[in-house]
C-alpha cells in the first residue's frame, strides 16, 4: 500500500514467487517493503510506520537496526533481489513478441562477456565520472559496459565523460515502472544486464554490488568512493581494492537475507496476500 | 472446608515424612492438619500440642499425643521443656493468643527456647508479599509494616533462624495454600531451576489451577519469577528445616504425591513417590529445555531458519510417534528437547483432561488421499492442539518474525504448515476452531493496529480513487481525441467530396486527361494500369 513497494518491480517479483497471483498489477501490500540496502540509503518511511503496518526487511540486520532505531512491527522476508534469482526468468511478465521480428534471432545467445561497471556519483558529476572512466579504462582489459541511473544518464557530460574514453553507456532505467505494463521491471532488466557480463564493478559498496555477488558474479569495488558517510565503511573496507570474493558473498548473504528466505505459501501469507479467514 | 487461616499443603505431609526424625518427644506449636499430626506421633515417643489458651481443641487426637493449653512465654523459661524435635506448622502467629502485641522475632526467641541444641526445628512462615498477588490487586504491606520483624523473603527466615541458633538446613517453597493441587520446591533447587524446567512446570501447574482472578497469566509470572530467581518470592509460604533434608521437589498428581530430586544443575531428574502415580510417570525426566522455550528463543533471534526446521522436525515426531493411536494433548510446555531428539516430558494434567478428539478411520496418514480433502488425522489434531496452545501462550511475543496483526489462528495455520501439515487439513482445522479470549493489553494492541491499519486501506482507497480520476482524465481525453479526429476525417472526407464534385474540379480533371495526350507513354501505363486492376477484380469475383 505504501508507493515505494512497486520501486524496482520487487512487488512483482514476490507476487511471481507465490504464483497464482496476477503478475501484471501485484496485489497491495499492507506495510513498507524495503527497496535498497539500508546502511546505503535508509528509508525514513520505514521506520514511521503505524502500528498496523509491517516493515516488510531484507535481512535480520536490518531488522536489529530498525529495532535500535526504536522501530517494531517488522518481518524478516529476504531480499526480492534473492527470489528474483530462485525464479524462472521466463515466469516473468514480458511484452508479446513482435510477429514481424524473426522467430530465430531470440534463441541466439551470446556468452557473457566484459565488466558490467555500475558508477556512482556525488556532486562533483562530471569530473569525478572523468577520474572514474580513466580509471576504469586503465584498469580493465575487456569490454566494459557504463551503466547509468536513469538521473545520471539523463545528464549528457555525464554520459559523454564514458563515451569519450570509449566505453559503452546504457541505462538503468526508472526504479518505478508503469503499474500494469508487461514491460520488464527494473530489477529483471539488471539481472538479464548483469547475466550478460562476466563481472561487476563499481566505486562503491551498494545493493548493486551485493545483487551482483548474490547472483554469483565476480564483483569488484575500486575508484573513488562519491563523498559523504557511509554506514557500510567497514563492510566497504573489508572488500575495497579486494579481488577475492569470499567476504563480499558473506557481506551480501548477510544483508540480503539469504537464511530468511520464505516459501511460497508462507510469504503468501506474511505478505498477507492468503485469503483471511 | 478448611480453616483459611491452617494453611495446609497436600505435599506437606509426605515432606515432612522424609524429613522428620524418630526423637523421644517432641512439641507440635499451634494444630496442624490430623496427617501431619499422625505423622509425628509416629515418629515421637511423646508428643505434645501445645495450643494458646483460644486455640480449638481437636476433636480426636491420637494415642501418644498430649494436649496443652499453655503461655510459651512461661514454658521457653524452663530447662527441663526443651525438646529435640519441634514444629510449628501453622507459623509463629498462632503461638499466642489472637491480638498479642509480641513481635515475631520475639515469638521465635520462645520457639527456638522449646528446641535442643542441635534438635529439630521446623516452622512454617506465610509470605505475606507474594508475586502474585501483584496480579490481583497488590500486595498487603500491614503486616509487615505494623511488626517490622516479620520475614518478607525466605532469606530473612533463614538469617533470623540463624541468629537464634537454628541455622536453617533446607527451606521449601510451598505453593497453592489449602489446595489439592501443591508443590514444595526446595530454596537449592529453585535456586537453579530455569524457564521451563521440571521445578518452573510444576509451579506453573499449580499457580494456573488458582481459581483467584489474576491480570497475569500463570506462565507469564513463573517465567518472569524464575528467570529473576525469585520462585521463593512466589511461594504462598516457606517451610523452614533446621535438621534434616527433603527432596528437591513435590507435587500431586491426581491427589497422591510424587517427588523428583535432582543430582546437580543439568542431570536428570529422578521420580519417585506415590506408587500408583508414579506408575504413570517416567522414572527419569531430562533437565533440558521445553520446545517452547526453544521455540521461543528462535523468535526473539529472529532466526526463522530454526524454528522453521523445528517445527518440521516436530510434526515429523508426532507423525511418526510409536503409537499412532496416541490421543493425549500435546504441549510445547511439556514436551524436552534433548539434542536433536524430542522427549515427551511429563504432563502434570490429569488423564482425562486435554483427550483430542479421535478422527475414525484416519489415524493413519498412510489413509489420506494424494490430495485429501478428508477430515484431518489425529496427529494433525493433536499438532493444532499443540500450535493452538503455543500461540495463545506467546501472545504478543512474536512481533519481529510475524505480521503484528496476525491473529492466534493465522499464526497456528502458519505453523501447522511449516509441521507438514496440508493446507487442506489446516484449513478443515482452521475453520473448526473458536475464536480464544484474548488478554486485555494483547487485544487494546491489536484494537490500535487494526484501527491504524483501516486509515492504511482508507489512504489506499483514497489512493486508488485519485489513480481512477486520473485513468478516466486520460480516457475521457483520448476518447474525445478519437472522437475529434473520426469527426475531422467525416468533414475531411464530405469536402474532399464537394471538391470532386464542382464543376472547376472536373473542369481541371478534363484538363489533365487531354494533357495526357501530349504523353503517349504516362497515358499507355495509365490505361494498362487501370486495364489491369480490372483484370485482377474480375478475376476475384470467381
Known amino acids: ?157 555525464l554520459r559523454q565523460a564514458y563515451l569519450d574514453t570509449g566505453l559503452s553507456v546504457v541505462t538503468l532505467g526508472e526504479r518505478e515502472d508503469e503499474g500494469g505494463t508487461d514491460d520488464p521491471r527494473y530489477l529483471l532488466r539488471l539481472l538479464e544486464l548483469m547475466r550478460a557480463h562476466r563481472s561487476v564493478a563499481s566505486n562503491t559498496l551498494d545493493a548493486l554490488v551485493l545483487y551482483a555477488a548474490a547472483a554469483g558474479l565476480s564483483a569488484q569495488v575500486y575508484g573513488d568512493a562519491p563523498d559523504g558517510p557511509s554506514a557500510a565503511h567497514r563492510d566497504e573496507a573489508a572488500v575495497r581494492g579486494s579481488s577475492t570474493s569470499a567476504t563480499l558473498n558473506d557481506i551480501a548473504d548477510r544483508e540480503l537475507g539469504r537464511r530468511h528466505l520464505m516459501p511460497s505459501a508462507e510469504l503468501s501469507a506474511v505478505l498477507e496476500w492468503s485469503p483471511r479467514a | 472446608m478448611p480453616d483459611p487461616a491452617v494453611p495446609t499443603y497436600a505435599v506437606a505431609p509426605a515432606l515432612l515424612r522424609d524429613v522428620l526424625p524418630r526423637v523421644e518427644s517432641a512439641y507440635v506449636l499451634g494444630l496442624p492438619s490430623p496427617e501431619v499430626l499422625k505423622l509425628v506421633a509416629e515418629r515421637s515417643r511423646a508428643t505434645t500440642l501445645l495450643l494458646a489458651w483460644d486455640d480449638k481443641e481437636p476433636a480426636e487426637l491420637p494415642e501418644s499425643v498430649t494436649l496443652e493449653h499453655a503461655d510459651l512465654r512461661d514454658l521457653a523459661g524452663r530447662a527441663d521443656a526443651r525438646r529435640p524435635l519441634v514444629l510449628a506448622p501453622r507459623g509463629l502467629d498462632v503461638l499466642l493468643p489472637a491480638g498479642d502485641p ?27 508479599a507474594p508475586l502474585g498477588a501483584l496480579g490481583r490487586g497488590g500486595i498487603d504491606w500491614t503486616p509487615a509494616d505494623e511488626d517490622p520483624t516479620r520475614p518478607v523473603a525466605a532469606s530473612d527466615l533463614g538469617a533470623a533462624l540463624a541468629r537464634v541458633g537454628h541455622p536453617v538446613t533446607t527451606v521449601h517453597l510451598l505453593y497453592g ?5 501443591a508443590a514444595a520446591v526446595s530454596d537449592t533447587c529453585a535456586a537453579r531451576t530455569r524457564a521451563g524446567s521440571l521445578p518452573a512446570q510444576v509451579v506453573e501447574h499449580v499457580a494456573a489451577a488458582d481459581p483467584a482472578p489474576t491480570s497475569v497469566p500463570a506462565s507469564q509470572l513463573v517465567t518472569t519469577a524464575v528467570r529473576t530467581r525469585q520462585l521463593s518470592q512466589l511461594a504462598d509460604g516457606w517451610l523452614t528445616l533446621s535438621g534434616g533434608r527433603g527432596r528437591d521437589l513435590y507435587w500431586t498428581v491426581d491427589g497422591a504425591v510424587v517427588w523428583a530430586d535432582q543430582e546437580a544443575a543439568g542431570a536428570d531428574w529422578v521420580l519417585g513417590g506415590d506408587a500408583t502415580a508414579a506408575a504413570v510417570l517416567p522414572q527419569r525426566v531430562p533437565d533440558s529445555d521445553t520446545v517452547e522455550r526453544h521455540l521461543l528463543q528462535q523468535v526473539a533471534r529472529g532466526d526463522l531458519e530454526t524454528f522453521r526446521r523445528t517445527a518440521e522436525r516436530l510434526g515429523h515426531w508426532v507423525r511418526s510417534s510409536a503409537d499412532p493411536g496416541e490421543t493425549r494433548e500435546l504441549r510445547w510446555d511439556e514436551v524436552r528437547l534433548v539434542g536433536t531428539e524430542f522427549s515427551r516430558g511429563i504432563a502434570l494434567r490429569t488423564e482425562l483432561v486435554g ?69 487442506e487439513a489446516v484449513a478443515l482445522m482452521a475453520t473448526s476452531t473458536t475464536e480464544p479470549d484474548e488478554d486485555a493489553a494483547v487485544g487494546a494492541g491489536r484494537a490500535t493496529a487494526l484501527a491504524d491499519r483501516i486509515a492504511l486501506l482508507t489512504e489506499t482507497l483514497d489512493a486508488r480513487d485519485e489513480q481512477l480520476r486520473v485513468r478516466e482524465a486520460r480516457i475521457r481525453s483520448l476518447r474525445a481525441q478519437a472522437l475529434g ?28 486527361r487531354a494533357s495526357l495526350l501530349a504523353r503517349p507513354r504516362v497515358l499507355a501505363k495509365g490505361v494498362a494500369r487501370r486495364a489491369e486492376s480490372k483484370v485482377r477484380a474480375v478475376r476475384r469475383m470467381r
Open chain 2, 355 to 423: 483427550e483430542v478428539p479421535e478422527t475414525p478411520g484416519s489415524d493413519e496418514d498412510t489413509d489420506r488421499e494424494p490430495h485429501g480433502a478428508i477430515a484431518p488425522t489425529t496427529s494433525e489434531r493433536r499438532l493444532a492442539g499443540a500450535w493452538a496452545r503455543f500461540a495463545e501462550r506467546v501472545e504478543g511475543s512474536t512481533d519481529g518474525m510475524w505480521p503484528t496483526l496476525f491473529d492466534r489462528h493465522e499464526l497456528t495455520s502458519l505453523w501447522l504448515s511449516m509441521s507438514g501439515v496440508s493446507p
Open chain 2, 177 to 181: 495454600v489449602a489446595s489439592r493441587t
Open chain 2, 102 to 128: 509480641t513481635p515475631w522475632a520475639d515469638r521465635l526467641d520462645l520457639v527456638a527456647a522449646l528446641t535442643t541444641t542441635g534438635g529439630t526445628l521446623l516452622t512454617y512462615c506465610r509470605n505475606d
Open chain 1, 1 to 157: 500500500m505504501h508507493p515505494h513497494n512497486r520501486y524496482y518491480g520487487q512487488n512483482q517479483v514476490l507476487a511471481v514467487y507465490v504464483g497464482d497471483i496476477d503478475r501484471f498489477s501485484p496485489p497491495s501490500i499492507p506495510g513498507h517493503l524495503q527497496h535498497d540496502w539500508d546502511l546505503v540509503h535508509d528509508c525514513s518511511d520505514a521506520t514511521r510506520l503505524g502500528p498496523g503496518r509491517t516493515a516488510y526487511l531484507w535481512s535480520g540486520a536490518a531488522a536489529r537496526r530498525r529495532s535500535a532505531r526504536g522501530g517494531s512491527g517488522q518481518v524478516v522476508i529476504g531480499a526480492p533481489w534473492l527470489y528474483l534469482l530462485e525464479l524462472d526468468l521466463e515466469e516473468m511478465p514480458r511484452p508479446a513478441p513482435d510477429p514481424e521480428d524473426d522467430p530465430t534471432a531470440a534463441e541466439v545467445t551470446v556468452a557473457p562477456a566484459g565488466t558490467l561497471w555500475l558508477p556512482r556519483h556525488d556532486l562533483r558529476g562530471e569530473h569525478a565520472a572523468r577520474r572514474l572512466a580513466a580509471e576504469i579504462v586503465e584498469r580493465e582489459t575487456g569490454p566494459v559496459t557504463v551503466a547509468l541511473s536513469h538521473r545520471d544518464h539523463a545528464v549528457p557530460q
Open chain 2, 485 to 512: 479526429a473520426s469527426r475531422n476525417r467525416d468533414k475531411a472526407l464530405r469536402r474532399l467530396s464537394e471538391l470532386r464534385g464542382s464543376r472547376t474540379y472536373r473542369l481541371a480533371n478534363q484538363f489533365r
